[in-house]
């Protein structure tokens, strides 16, 4: 049996950072970016199970900020207009100090799906939800175990 993890080494997403481009995003409380994996069926006689082929793969993610600007109509609302989508790198840091190190991985050409240009309601916080795709990645910095 190998060693049991202790509980203080679980990275918290609280000691996240977000960059768009070079701009340091402080309003940001949350980022998923994934990859998802496309495959094709393959048959394979002798064999009941039916195995897979990836074909590609597409990238997609969320940037979550609070509301304290118009960061986003600013970054990409003049671009939109003129009919260009524009692709913004997205650096993630994620580096807990109880942590067994930090993870860096900057996405390379993120383009946005939407910009909400308003989102408002009496009594709540102000939010917006960015979600965005990709087709390229760095892992800059790694977590690894000691």
Same mark, same amino acid.
């Given at each position: 049996?190998?060693?049991?993890?202790?509980?203080?080494?679980?990275?918290?997403?609280?000691?996240?950072?977000?960059?768009?481009?070079?701009?340091?995003?402080?309003?940001?409380?949350?980022?998923?970016?994934?990859?998802?994996?496309?495959?094709?069926?393959?048959?394979?006689?002798?064999?009941?199970?039916?195995?897979?082929?990836?074909?590609?793969?597409?990238?997609?993610?969320?940037?979550?900020?609070?509301?304290?600007?118009?960061?986003?109509? %600013?970054?990409?609302?003049?671009?939109?207009? #003129?009919?260009?989508? *524009?692709?913004?790198?997205?650096?993630?840091? &994620?580096? +807990?100090?109880?942590?067994?190190?930090?993870?860096?991985?900057?996405?390379?050409?993120?383009?946005?799906?939407?910009?909400?240009?308003? %989102?408002?309601?009496?009594?709540?916080?102000? #939010?917006?939800?960015? *979600?965005?795709?990709?087709?390229?990645?760095? &892992?800059? +910095?790694?977590?690894?175990?000691?």
């Amino acid at each position: 049996m190998g060693t049991p993890i202790k509980a203080e080494r679980i990275i918290n997403g609280t000691w996240g950072e977000l960059w768009l481009d070079s701009d340091y995003v402080a309003e940001c409380y949350g980022l998923q970016a994934k990859v998802e994996i496309t495959k094709e069926e393959v048959p394979v006689c002798g064999k009941l199970g039916t195995d897979t082929k990836m074909t590609g793969y597409k990238g997609t993610g969320t940037v979550k900020l609070h509301k304290v600007a118009s960061r986003m109509m %600013n970054k990409i609302s003049d671009q939109l207009q #003129a009919g260009i989508n *524009p692709r913004i790198q997205i650096l993630s840091i &994620l580096k +807990d100090p109880a942590a067994f190190g930090a993870e860096r991985v900057l996405i390379k050409d993120a383009a946005f799906d939407d910009l909400t240009l308003a %989102n408002w309601e009496a009594k709540t916080k102000g #939010a917006d939800d960015c *979600p965005f795709t990709f087709t390229d990645w760095e &892992l800059i +910095d790694e977590i690894t175990p000691q």
